[in-house]
């Protein structure tokens, strides 16, 4: 079906664009009552992925009511762990819990990769076909994953962490185990992204939410050698991939075969440009706590932003995702501020 606005998609590969498409990491979640009200008539979250007619629903709100460029499939990077064989809970106030943990070979047996995605991850390639059915070409739908490395912290830790220290103790002493955990994840994710490109999305997202607790030899070889394999496997659509807190990476995560990368706030994207070139897209990079400002500072530090743009080749988002206690009519202010912006490249 051709798309009625496809400005994300000309902005990732590099065409014309008569302005700069915005949408917002977490967009379809908690700042919107209307997602609250739809998550409340339900048990809780996982059931709200696991429903696809509910995660169609609340995957189009942001498009109708805060009028994005792009709508993202409801989901979470951790189905891809459930469906290898480690069930995790979302619990609420505190996040993802795993029951079990995978810091032996013993454990790889919750590891499994000989299974059809389709089989267990229906759910979601569901939901996508049904968002479009709804969206009926009004914008485009990202698909998403989680980076190896990043579904490796989970799988490992058990649960978030502001160290990962248990996830990074594996790559010293035990770093076979390590890569062939990370090459499972990369051989599940790889059939996953196929799967939600047949069902309908229109380009992926690969998620690196934890690059930035690694150094940058060890990125190169945890990290960015997983998500290469990812980049090489996926042509059918333009891919984004975004590395938080991979400052040092920057120009080898844009070395790989992708359209867009993702930017966080801490980089001035004025210098990534500069180190990347004009051979990428760039996304980003906006502060979320600029989000809790006036409307007028929202704007100025969005305008700010924008200036600092040295080229066509940009998709605007957050450098993270939005904060779930955010004023969506201050989403609204920046999405405005970006529409009504002149390009001057
Ligand atoms: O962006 C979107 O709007 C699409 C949906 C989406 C969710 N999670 C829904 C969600 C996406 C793209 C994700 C990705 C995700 N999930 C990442 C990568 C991006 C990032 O934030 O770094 C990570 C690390 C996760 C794992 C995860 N899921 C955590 C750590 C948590 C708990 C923290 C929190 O924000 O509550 C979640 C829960 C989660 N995923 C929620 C939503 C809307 C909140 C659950 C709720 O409704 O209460």
């Known amino acids: ?32 009552p209307e997602y609250r009200a739809v998550r409340g008539e339900l048990s809780g979250f996982k059931e709200l992925v696991e429903t696809p007619e509910r995660a169609a629903e609340v995957t189009v709100q942001p498009v109708d009511l805060l009028g994005v460029d792009a709508a993202i499939i409801f989901s979470d990077i951790l189905v891809v762990p459930e469906a290898m064989g480690l069930e995790y809970q979302m619990i ?18 919750f590891a499994q990769t000989n299974f059809d995605v389709e089989d267990r991850l229906g759910y979601v390639t569901e939901a996508i ?12 739908l990202i698909g998403f ?3 190896p490395w990043t579904i490796f912290c989970y799988m490992t ?46 380009l992926v997202q690969v998620f690196d939410s934890w690059a930035g607790i690694l ?15 990812i980049a090489n496997a996926i042509s059918e659509v333009p891919v984004t991939l975004f590395a938080k807190g991979a400052y040092n990476s920057m120009v080898d995560l844009s070395n790989l075969k992708c359209n867009t990368v993702g930017v966080d706030w801490n980089m001035r994207m004025d210098e990534i440009r500069g180190h990347v070139g004009e051979s990428r897209t760039l996304q980003g990079n906006l502060d979320p706590c600029v989000l809790y400002g006036t409307h007028s500072e929202v704007e100025k530090e969005t305008n700010n932003m924008l200036h600092s743009f040295r080229s066509r080749r940009h998709i605007v988002n957050l450098g993270h995702g939005v904060y779930p206690d955010v004023d969506p009519e201050k989403v609204k202010t920046f999405i405005k501020t970006v529409k009504s912006y002149e390009i001057q490249y």
């Open 1 to 32: 079906m051709d798309l009625e606005n496809d400005l994300l998609l000309r902005a990732a590969r590099g065409e014309q664009i008569e302005r700069y498409p915005v949408w917002l990491m977490r967009q379809a979640g908690r700042i919107l």
């Open 92 to 109: 609420e106030k505190k996040g993802p819990w795993f029951e079990k943990t995978i810091r032996s070979e013993e454990a790889l047996k």
């Open 129 to 140: 076909r049904l968002t479009n059915k709804e969206l009926n070409g009004r914008v485009p």
């Open 145 to 147: 994953a989680g980076a």
């Open 157 to 202: 830790e058990g649960q978030g962490s502001k160290t990962f220290s248990e996830s990074r103790k594996i790559l010293y002493t035990n770093p076979t185990l390590a890569h062939e955990l990370l090459n499972r994840i990369t051989d599940v994710t790889i059939q996953y992204l196929k799967a939600q490109i047949s069902a309908g999305v229109h």
């Open 215 to 229: 150094g940058k030899e060890q990125y190169a070889e945890f990290g960015l050698k997983y998500m290469e394999k």
